[in-house]
C-alpha cells in the first residue's frame, strides 16, 4: 500500500478502532541504477552529478510522507553490516553542475530514465526528471509495464538509467543481486575491477569476521556512485 493510502486508512476513525496500523523496520529500498556500459556513465563525475540531483528530502517528506528514510547502501539500515558512517549524497544542483562541468558536460547530454509501473518508482522518476533540467539533462522517461518488459530490455542493451525498488538485506543478498556484475539485479551488467576485488576479498572470510571488508566495499560502492540509494521504506 502506497505511504499517502496507508495515511488515510490510519486516519480513519472506524477503521482505527478495528485496526493497528504499524509500519513494520525497512524491508525495501529504492535505488537509481545507472548503467555503466554507457559511456557517459563511465565517469564517476557523472554519476556523482546524477546523486547529487535527487531532492532526497522530497523524496522522504513528500513522496514518501515521511514513511522512509535516507540509506547509504544496499544493506537494510537495521542490519549488521549497514555503513552507517559513511556520508549521504545531498541534494546540491550547483555541486551538480559543477560535476557535470568538470566532466566535459557543462550543457548537459540526454539521459533515459526507465522505471517498472508503480507508483514509488514514478513518482520519483518524474521527480528526478524535473530536476535534471536544472543541470540542462534532457530527460527522456520510459515506463515498463512489468517486470518482462523490463528484462527484454536489458537482454536488448536497451536499458538507460533505472528507478528500481527491491529488498534491503545481507551482503551476500547484496552481492548477488546489486553488485556482482552477473548480479540477478544488475540489470546493466555494470562492472567495476576494484569493486570486484573488494567484493571477492570480503566473501573469503567467515561472516562473523567479515564486517569491516564489507564495510570497505560499501565505501568504494558509495565513492563511485555505482548507483543512488534513494530511500529506504
Do not use: C
Amino acid at each position: 500500500i502506497y505511504a499517502t493510502r496507508f495515511l488515510q486508512l490510519k486516519s480513519d476513525p472506524a477503521l482505527a478502532a478495528k485496526y493497528d496500523f504499524i509500519t513494520p523496520g525497512s524491508i525495501q529500498y529504492a535505488r537509481w541504477m545507472f548503467n555503466l556500459r554507457n559511456p557517459k556513465l563511465q565517469d564517476k563525475k557523472v554519476r556523482q552529478a546524477l546523486a547529487h540531483i535527487v531532492d532526497y528530502d522530497y523524496v522522504v517528506n513528500t513522496i514518501m510522507q515521511g514513511l522512509a528514510q535516507r540509506i547509504v547502501g544496499p544493506v537494510n539500515p537495521a542490519k549488521g553490516f549497514y555503513a552507517k558512517n559513511l556520508p549521504l549524497y545531498n541534494y546540491d544542483i550547483e555541486k551538480a553542475k559543477a560535476l557535470l562541468a568538470e566532466a566535459g558536460y557543462p550543457n548537459g547530454f540526454e539521459l533515459k530514465l526507465q522505471y517498472v509501473n508503480n507508483t514509488l518508482s514514478r513518482f520519483v522518476t518524474m521527480a528526478i526528471a524535473g530536476q535534471l533540467k536544472k543541470v540542462g539533462i534532457r530527460a527522456v522517461t520510459e515506463e515498463f509495464q512489468n517486470f518482462g518488459a523490463m528484462n527484454n530490455a536489458a537482454r536488448s542493451k536497451k536499458m538507460g538509467t533505472l528507478m528500481f525498488n527491491s529488498n534491503s538485506g545481507v551482503p551476500t543478498l547484496a552481492r548477488f543481486q546489486t553488485l556482482d556484475p552477473k548480479g540477478s539485479l544488475n540489470f546493466h551488467g555494470s562492472e567495476d575491477a576494484a569493486l570486484t576485488k573488494l567484493i571477492n576479498e570480503a566473501s573469503l572470510l567467515p561472516l562473523d569476521k567479515a564486517e569491516a571488508a564489507w564495510k570497505k566495499v560499501y565505501a568504494h560502492v558509495a565513492d563511485i556512485a555505482w548507483f543512488a540509494p534513494v530511500v529506504a521504506s
